[in-house]
């Protein structure tokens, strides 16, 4: 790596193409928020030559961040694919957002690519965050490689950011992750600032000069080889220890040189294994007819090191009915098997699918099954439709460069599978299969809306079913209880970008109203009622008597209804009715409107008139008689309890179980579960964690996850139930 040279393949106006899958290359860039991961990919794609000018499009469009919404916000918020070209490689560079509200983006890329790339500023160091993707990667074994970016800051030290990014992802072994060139600075600028001008090969022992714009290779001189002469033993080391030979540490340290050449081809297999993970410097060129400083030699990286598709194990596959399949090949020539890693919507072509292809070849105009089962709980219905593949491209910036196929290892976009969802299976009708979902995170932050006009209620329904099989993270829930319609969320900047998608994409303008939690009421103590509905205007009147008992039950009881008359005070054709009456009126809510729970209803006595009792009448007596026993006593009212399982750095403990306490929680207990990591278990009122999945985030400093489960109703206090009392009353 550094030895090889990789001129440009791609130009613009012609789409990158792949003929067989050890050619191609998938690659997710994974960093937070303002690391350079966009900067980074357009920089890759003018070094490649599949840009004419500062990686934009010739509308001046961006590659990466061409949505209105990213324009707007100064950051991505969608997986974007930029497809390039280098050495002979078609390499798919997947952009991820690093802002945690879009995290299901960046899963989605995680599922698409064989290999990441950590992007790590070295203004700003690594984000716990960043962190926590770097152990599922190591997981399930993906490998990684380290860039850092924005040398070009003032503050910026590669070999300090080197050390941090040592000791954050190197775990119990550091020399894991070593840097594969060390940055070359050049003289002071008149603010002292010496800008970072060229890099120096550790195993080449070649300079790389990038000071004229374009990338010029030299020897370094007498000043600059004494500079790395520890750093290029100790990856020398590193590298050993990895090989599979296991007589080249002893000839190493018995004083013979090592081949390059072999030093080079270890590595590549220690890279692509996922056991060593390099460290390299990337920084944007100034000016767009530049060369960006350690493109080219990131290129090599990617096109040597990292796995082809043919090297990378595929997700299991099932039956739609989950009966098993032998594991899938990657082999053009196999069964189809397709998967949605993203969902689109363009105004002039309609949904577009970006699958990855595990198996099989994908041609336009094809009839593919569409599979879509296991996300129920998000609002996607179990579905198997046959569909017809409408035309297939590869995207560039915001336009599509259609190609004739894509095949076993690629990615393409898929037009007009208008039942396809982001998650779906795509493959062949005589033999329809079924790739189970990746892990989705679980969206937690509710917000309630509303039709802002009528014209915007006739839309929003079918608005919001697009959204949802666009975005697998937003879940849509028609709340039975309080009768709102609440999306949930992964954080605030997701709530803005689906609002925003709903006004500008749909036409469908909805306001944001405040959420309900779905509260009970129940009898805090034995009462009795009387019912007595009796009306007489001329002609056939209302005649209903019934006199009942209520006394509370345990929690999760129900209402049950006693029929305890005796003598036929009440006839035994009107008893259902006055059943069905006192249900009514307990699903009405007896004091502040909310359903009443948890009650044994006995009916003990009553009257009726041969000519005007009905059915009617004693519904009404039975609703009168249930009101005037809640009128007698206390009524409690009970809000729903969620057990809370809150995993954070053991550092941020003490501050959660703070948080949690002034939320009016119980913690259940803690648990170590892992190497400084703890799991905190508590019970806390729903009403109080309506925000914690913005509070958490802050709390610990982006560290932290939870999760959720309804558990029970329990007796909300007396002075929070008197203070909603009082507003109900305002209100009314």
């Not at 067989?20 to 980074?40: D, E, F, M, Y």
């Not at 840097?179 to 002071?188: E, F, I, K, R, S």
């Not at 929003?460 to 975005?471: G, P, Q, T």
Request: charged share 25%; hydrophobic share 40%; proline share 6%.
């Amino acid at each position: 790596m550094g030895e090889k040279t990789g001129p440009p393949a791609a130009a613009a106006g012609r789409a990158a193409t792949a003929d067989h899958p050890g050619s191609i290359r998938n690659v997710v860039l994974v960093g937070h928020s303002g690391a350079g991961k966009t900067t980074l990919v357009e920089a890759l794609a003018l070094a490649t030559g599949a840009v004419g000018r500062a990686g934009r499009v010739e509308d001046g469009g961006m590659l990466s961040d061409y949505d209105e919404i990213e324009h707007r916000q100064h950051r991505s918020i969608q997986l974007s694919l930029v497809p390039v070209e280098w050495g002979g490689c078609k390499i798919n560079l997947l952009d991820t957002p690093g802002y945690a509200d879009f995290v299901g983006e960046l899963r989605a890329g995680l599922r698409a690519a064989d290999a990441a790339l950590f992007v790590v500023s070295a203004a700003d160091g690594v984000a716990a965050a960043t962190r926590l993707v770097w152990e599922e990667c190591a997981a399930v074994g993906m490998p990684r490689a380290i860039v850092i970016t924005h040398l070009e800051a003032a503050r910026a030290d590669f070999d300090e950011m080197t050390e941090i990014c040592r000791a954050a992802f190197g775990g119990d072994d550091p020399d894991a992750v070593l840097p594969l060139y060390l940055p070359l600075h050049g003289p002071a600028g008149s603010d002292g600032h010496r800008p970072v001008t060229g890099l120096i090969g550790l195993l080449s022992e070649q300079v790389y000069d990038y000071a004229s714009g374009r990338r010029t290779t030299r020897p370094p001189d007498g000043a600059e080889l004494p500079l790395v002469a520890a750093a290029r033993n100790r990856l020398i080391e590193g590298i050993i220890a990895e090989s599979e030979d296991e007589t080249l540490m002893d000839r190493y340290l018995g004083g013979e040189q090592i081949d390059v050449k072999t030093l080079v081809a270890d590595l590549e297999k220690a890279v692509a294994r996922g056991t060593f993970h390099p460290v390299l410097a990337a920084a944007p060129a100034a000016d767009g007819s530049r060369q960006g400083l350690g493109t080219s030699e990131l290129l090599e990286l990617v096109t040597g090191g990292f796995p082809t598709p043919l090297e990378r194990a595929a997700p299991a596959v099932t039956t739609p009915s989950g009966a098993p399949r032998p594991a899938l090949a990657c082999d053009p020539a196999g069964p189809l098997a397709a998967e949605v890693v993203a969902t689109s919507s363009d105004p002039y072509v309609g949904r577009i699918s970006l699958v990855r292809l595990f198996s099989g070849t994908l041609r336009p105009d094809e009839t593919v099954h569409v599979c879509g089962h296991g996300l129920k709980d998000r609002g996607h219905e179990d579905h198997d439709v046959d569909e017809r593949v409408g035309a297939l491209s590869v995207p560039f910036g915001k336009h599509q460069q259609t190609v004739g196929q894509a095949i076993a290892g690629d990615l393409a976009c898929v037009a007009k599978l208008s039942r396809a969802e982001t998650g779906d299976t795509l493959s062949a009708p005589e033999d329809p299969l079924l790739i189970a979902a990746w892990a989705m995170p679980d969206p937690l932050l509710p917000v309630a809306i509303e039709a802002h006009g009528k014209a915007d209620e006739d839309k929003l329904s079918h608005a919001l079913a697009r959204l949802v099989a666009e975005d697998p993270t937003l879940r849509l829930e028609q709340n039975q209880d309080t009768h709102q319609v609440v999306l949930w969320c992964l954080g605030e900047a997701h709530v803005d970008v689906v609002l925003e998608r709903l006004r500008a994409r749909y036409g469908v303008r909805v306001d944001a109203v405040p959420h309900r939690v779905a509260l009970r009421e129940t009898f805090g103590a034995a009462a009795s009622g009387r019912g007595r509905h009796v009306k007489q205007s001329g002609g056939h009147g209302q005649y209903a008597i019934c006199a009942i008992e209520v006394e509370p039950l345990p929690a999760g009881s129900g209402i049950e209804f006693v029929d305890r008359v005796v003598g036929g005070a009440v006839p035994r054709s009107f008893i259902p009715s006055v059943e069905k009456g006192v249900r009514a009126q307990a699903e009405r809510g007896v004091a502040a409107g909310y359903p009443l729970v948890d009650v044994r209803v006995t009916l003990v006595d009553g009257k009726a008139h041969s000519v005007d009792s009905s059915d009617a009448a004693f519904q009404t007596a039975g609703a009168l008689a249930l009101r005037e026993a809640a009128a007698e006593c206390r009524i409690d009212l009970l809000e729903p309890v969620c057990e809370v399982r809150v995993s954070v750095p053991d550092e941020h403990v003490g501050v959660v179980l703070s948080d949690l306490s002034g939320r009016r929680g119980r913690v259940v207990g803690t648990e170590q579960t892992g190497t400084g990591t703890t799991s905190v278990r508590a019970e806390v009122p729903e009403a109080e964690i309506s925000r914690y999945a913005v509070d958490l985030r802050s709390l610990a400093h982006g560290a932290g996850r939870f999760s959720r489960r309804y558990a029970r109703h329990e007796p909300m206090p007396s002075h929070l139930a008197e203070q909603l009392h009082k507003m109900t009353n305002s209100q009314a």
